[in-house]
């Protein structure tokens, strides 16, 4: 088999900071020539997406989520000789994966723990890849007096903060945060108004909320200007679940402290390129800490950066996965 030089991306491109963004800059820093497509915005997805094959001719096709896909439309595509590869980034198996999953060739899940569950599901060729950090995207041109006023805090959180389950023990550890006495500023979506959540709105974590969700340059100047960036990963009892935000963060510049996650030291090595908690009691004695040696804090985040830039990048990242999907194929 011919190494593979063109591809077809299938998936959400509706939103600027969607993943498949990055993952399309890190397949063309590898010249691979890359097509894209995006089945929810087309009326009739079938006809444009056998249309999008024909057109860019792919050796391989890569999708992530269902997006307004169906599995017996990859199945067709794969009878074409095309090399189907799904990449899913989310540590859950929802109702609609599996027929997904058993359709690929090869499938790649960001959560180390789930490989021998999407095995047990029938799902050949499974295998562990990380998330990862695109730098090109968080490009800071300038720091102005207003974005040191703007964006500066003792600690900063990224994220939902909204009525799911998985946002509510968030809150909870956030207002812990607070009451320590420590200064939090968060970003994200806002938190949907009604009757349960207008004590949040407008209690205390309501007053620390930065007003607007943030990415790109506004993201990394959170990045740049807090001391410490807080992150609760929603699972980690799943063995290397770690989301795109640890990369991103620390790719940024970050000083990051999060909840630990299962084998999060094979990627990053707590104490010396991030810093881990298991209780909120924990959480919150190595924040007094580290907001008191300034030295030691810049050491870790250093540290962190240096690692993400060296091994963890989207061009690497996508080297890894091209590499795995050819020894399927030859094998």
Not at 11 to 24: C, E, G, R, V
Request: glycine residues 6%; proline residues 5%.
């Amino acid at each position: 088999m011919k190494k593979i030089g063109t591809i077809l991306i299938a998936s959400d491109f509706q939103k600027p900071w969607n993943p498949a963004y990055y993952i399309k800059r890190g397949f063309e820093k590898n010249k691979i020539t890359v097509h894209t497509f995006d089945p929810s915005a087309k009326e009739n997805s079938y006809d444009a997406l056998m249309e999008a094959v024909k057109l860019s001719a792919p050796q391989m096709l890569l999708y992530i989520k269902d997006y307004g896909l169906k599995p017996e439309w990859l199945q067709e595509i794969k009878k074409k000789g095309i090399i189907l590869v799904q990449w899913y980034i989310d540590p859950v198996i929802p109702d609609w994966l599996p027929p997904f999953a058993k359709v690929s060739d090869v499938f790649f899940t960001m959560s180390e723990g789930l490989v021998d569950d999407f095995k047990r599901l029938g799902v050949k060729n499974v295998f562990w890849l990380s998330q990862a950090f695109e730098p090109d995207f968080f490009n800071i041109k300038e720091i102005t007096k207003e974005d040191i006023e703007t964006y500066s805090a003792d600690i900063a959180f990224v994220g939902n903060l909204g009525s799911k389950e998985q946002y509510l023990s968030r809150r909870d550890s956030l207002t812990k945060v607070i009451d320590a006495g420590f200064k939090l500023k968060w970003w994200g979506p806002k938190i949907p108004r009604k009757l349960s959540t207008i004590p949040v709105i407008f209690g205390k974590l309501g007053r620390a909320y930065g007003g607007k969700f943030v990415w790109f340059e506004e993201y990394a100047k959170v990045v740049k200007l807090s001391k410490i960036f807080l992150a609760f990963d929603s699972k980690p009892q799943i063995r290397k679940s770690m989301s795109a935000r640890m990369y991103t963060a620390v790719g940024c510049g970050a000083f990051y402290m999060c909840r630990h996650v299962e084998g999060i030291e094979d990627i990053l090595v707590p104490g010396k390129e991030i810093v881990t908690f298991r209780s909120e009691n924990e959480m919150i004695d190595m924040i007094r800490y580290y907001l008191k040696n300034n030295e030691a804090r810049m050491k870790i985040a250093e540290a962190g950066t240096k690692r993400v830039l060296q091994e963890h990048t989207y061009e690497l990242r996508v080297r890894q996965l091209l590499s795995i999907v050819e020894d399927v194929i030859k094998s």
